[in-house]
């Protein structure tokens, strides 16, 4: 996977917030998972912005850090995600 | 087929809601033999009260259309062949069928699945008394001291509102619960519905409060802190009622009950001489988080 990937969030993935987390849950497999502040901004703009480096972009415009550095965050995110069968990378 | 007249406490969802709730009756009748179906699916549930459980259903359970018709089958005991959309339950014997048993699942489960997959009520397992005319809801593990701590509360004057499965709903912005059947059970007894009690509420009432009982050892301190986010859903996913699997509807009601009603952890030593004392922090607690 690089930033030049498209992330694909599964159908059957659904969030709500609680507090300040999000949380997912797998309709299929009933497992839940909890995203802090940062985790679900990161989340929600991967749901809206497919591509990964468009995501990077607004999210390093958005937290104020480097494109650098923000590439390095989200590529891990997703990695972390797509262990968990939350996303598909086509 | 032998009309069964039902008179315990569900009765009372029907009794103190209005008819936006979609029904005020449900039919329950014995019946020989079901007609045929043609339930294909099977759903296992863990084992309760020592007996096989499982329900089964039409077609995969993810369509709106499944939910309809169900047949609910403790294994030797009864069989409960339920439609939702009439309100209709007919159940047939099985060899081990006594009339306690009957309504010892009736009350248990069948009925609170019904309203569930009905999405007329989200049922929650929890004891719950009326403290200050506001709801207080007790959840924990199995064994943590639910019906132990609902029952103490009974002795103190408080109205029960359910010892274990409790109805609850959203209307205008605000959770109610409706109390749900007016036994409690001080002991553990196999299929036994308990001891009836007229210290009953019969009234819808908000929900203050949830505490999760954490059983801590018998000089431990008596603690209550406040969960949020994922621990907050945590106990409310957990408080879920039966093995059904949450689907958006019952996901965004958690969300939205664990956003609106504090829910707290409370570590109660596994004492009994030392109930006077929980009850009193939990009573001092309610009025200082009011």
């Known amino acids: 996977m690089t930033i030049d990937s498209k992330v694909r969030i599964l159908d059957t993935v659904f969030l709500q917030e609680v507090d300040d987390e999000t949380i997912l849950l797998d309709i299929n497999t009933q497992e839940y998972f909890s995203l802090n502040e940062v985790g679900g901004v990161f989340y929600h703009m991967l749901k809206d912005e497919a591509s990964l480096q468009k995501s990077a972009e607004v999210l390093a415009e958005h937290f104020e850090v480097s494109l650098e550095d923000i590439e390095k965050d989200l590529l891990a995110f997703v990695k972390a995600l797509s262990e968990k069968g939350l996303v598909t990378l086509p | 087929m032998k009309k069964h007249l039902y008179a315990y406490g569900y009765k009372l969802l029907f009794s103190s809601l209005k008819e936006e709730n979609n029904f005020k009756t449900i039919h329950i009748d014995k019946i020989d033999k079901f007609p045929s179906n043609n339930f294909k699916k099977i759903i296992n549930f863990h084992t309760n009260q020592n007996r096989t459980i499982y329900l089964k259903v039409i077609n995969d359970f993810k369509t709106e259309k499944s939910f309809e018709k169900w047949l609910f089958v403790v294994d030797g005991v009864i069989s409960f062949l339920c439609d939702t959309k009439t309100n209709q339950v007919y159940y047939q014997k099985d060899y081990d069928y006594t009339d306690e048993r009957r309504d010892y699942w009736l009350i248990h489960i069948v009925l609170p699945m019904f309203f569930t997959l009905k999405k007329s009520y989200y049922l929650l397992h929890t004891g719950a008394v009326n403290i200050n005319n506001k709801a207080v809801l007790f959840t924990g593990n199995s064994h943590a001291g639910k019906s132990t701590l609902t029952d103490y509360f009974l002795k103190k004057k408080h109205k029960l509102l359910s010892d274990d499965k409790l109805a609850t709903f959203k209307k ?119």
């Open chain 2, 172 to 290: 205008d912005d605000i959770f109610y619960c409706v109390p749900s059947h007016p036994y409690h059970r001080p002991y553990r007894g196999v299929e036994d519905l308990g001891i009836k009690t007229d210290n009953f509420d019969t009234k819808q009432l908000p929900i203050d409060k949830i505490y999760w009982i954490k059983p801590v050892k018998e000089n431990d301190n008596i603690l209550i802190n406040e969960l949020i986010g994922i621990k907050n859903f945590e106990v409310l996913r957990y408080s879920t009622e039966m093995d059904l699997s949450v689907d958006l509807d019952r996901f965004k009601y958690i969300t939205d009950l664990a956003n609106t009603i504090q829910v707290y952890e409370i570590q109660i030593p596994r004492n009994m001489d030392r109930l006077e004392e929980v009850y009193n922090s939990i009573i001092i607690h309610t009025k200082k988080n009011d």
